[in-house]
């Protein structure tokens, strides 16, 4: 019953982000154009085509992978705290954006190459991101617990950023107003061609965490309990950080980075279905993820009005009063 409620709260919000915005549309419109009807309003269609619909698609990829990143995260370290993020990817993708757009009186001639290439900032973070990868996962397999792997991370979050403040200091106004845009997060700037192959790398990452419940599971007791029920702890720890990292290095590039969702989104999940087994949790923290991600995407668009909110801050904005609350009510916060 919780699942085909969510479900139905899921189709509601979707037909309600398609609906509104600065320009309001009928539902029945929205319905008739989304099954391939005719309409009178060619306007009503293309504005749903090719911009409301792919937004709502990203939107709902985003609120999914950065839950069940940020899950796996959790059970990972056991630490209600971890989100998709702790690890430094986010940090390492805007590294290689503020390289690219702050670093021009630096680096020069390569920037400039660069900037002139399509997708330059999804290339740029995607590879700022795959380098911090790698460095985790070459960490992974020298130090033996995950409380160590945990610091780590956090170490390169702190590094990265320390890079970005210098390259900050000497950038010049205009460099900073566009890197401060990318940080802020957009769903809206994708077309069908960059949607179609950032779904593709979404659903690998996330059969990959399907293909890992069990052991998810057995995480949960320890990595001790779990290396005596036959568990591969390093094998596991390198899969799960796999499949992490190719969710929030991706949503990173291609959205920029994506506050509170991966963290928060967990925890309500467990409130709601009050389990902790990651066969049930898993997918409704992508269900729960996906329709968090649209009502704030619907709240950012300010219905009736031309101005658009940044995503990045209505997510928080939206977000921690639902957790703060759900958690004094609670008085318990627990994995």
């Given at each position: 019953m919780l699942f085909a409620g969510l479900n139905l709260i899921l189709l509601t919000v979707i037909l309600l982000n398609i609906t509104l915005g600065s320009v309001d549309i009928p539902i029945d419109e929205v319905v008739r154009i989304l099954i391939r009807q005719t309409t009178d309003n060619e306007n009503w269609k293309y504005i749903i085509i090719n911009y409301r619909l792919p937004k709502v698609l990203v939107a709902m990829f985003v609120g999914c992978g950065l839950s069940v990143s940020g899950?796996?995260?959790?059970?990972?370290?056991?630490?209600?705290?971890?989100?998709?993020?702790?690890?430094?990817?986010?940090?390492g993708a805007s590294l290689g954006v503020a390289l690219l757009v702050l670093g021009g009186s630096t680096f020069g001639g390569a920037v400039a190459f660069l900037s002139g290439l399509d997708y330059s900032l999804v290339f740029v973070a995607s590879l700022g991101g795959f380098m911090v990868m790698l460095a985790i996962l070459a960490m992974s397999h020298r130090v033996r617990d995950t409380l160590s792997l945990l610091i780590i991370g956090l170490m390169f979050s702190s590094l990265t950023g320390a890079l970005v403040s210098v390259l900050?200091?000497?950038?010049?106004?205009?460099?900073?107003?566009?890197?401060?845009?990318?940080?802020?997060?957009?769903?809206?700037?994708?077309?069908?061609?960059?949607?179609?192959?950032?779904?593709?790398?979404?659903?690998?990452?996330?059969?990959?965490?399907?293909?890992?419940?069990?052991?998810?599971?057995?995480?949960?007791?320890?990595?001790?309990?779990?290396?005596?029920?036959?568990?591969?702890?390093?094998?596991?720890?390198?899969?799960?950080?796999?499949?992490?990292?190719?969710l929030a290095g991706t949503i990173t590039a291609f959205v920029g980075p994506i506050a509170f969702i991966g963290l928060a989104v967990p925890h309500i999940t467990r409130l709601i279905f009050k389990t902790a087994d990651h066969r049930m949790l898993l997918p409704a923290v992508g269900l729960v993820g996906a329709i968090l991600m649209l009502i704030c995407d619907t709240i950012a668009q300010l219905?009736?009005?031309?101005?658009?909110?940044?995503?990045?801050?209505?997510?928080?904005?939206?977000?921690?009063?639902?957790?703060?609350?759900?958690?004094?009510r609670k008085k318990k916060m627990y994995l």
């Open positions: 899950l796996m995260m959790q059970t990972l370290f056991r630490n209600p705290m971890a989100g998709p993020y702790v690890l430094g990817i986010s940090s900050a200091y000497f950038a010049p106004a205009a460099s900073l107003q566009k890197y401060l845009f990318w940080s802020l997060g957009s769903l809206g700037d994708l077309s069908w061609h960059n949607i179609l192959f950032f779904a593709i790398i979404m659903a690998i990452a996330l059969l990959m965490s399907v293909a890992k419940i069990k052991t998810l599971n057995a995480l949960l007791l320890g990595e001790t309990q779990a290396a005596s029920m036959g568990v591969s702890v390093k094998k596991a720890r390198f899969w799960i950080l796999i499949a992490t990292c190719l219905p009736g009005s031309e101005l658009v909110l940044p995503i990045n801050a209505v997510t928080s904005l939206v977000g921690a009063p639902v957790v703060i609350w759900l958690l004094v």
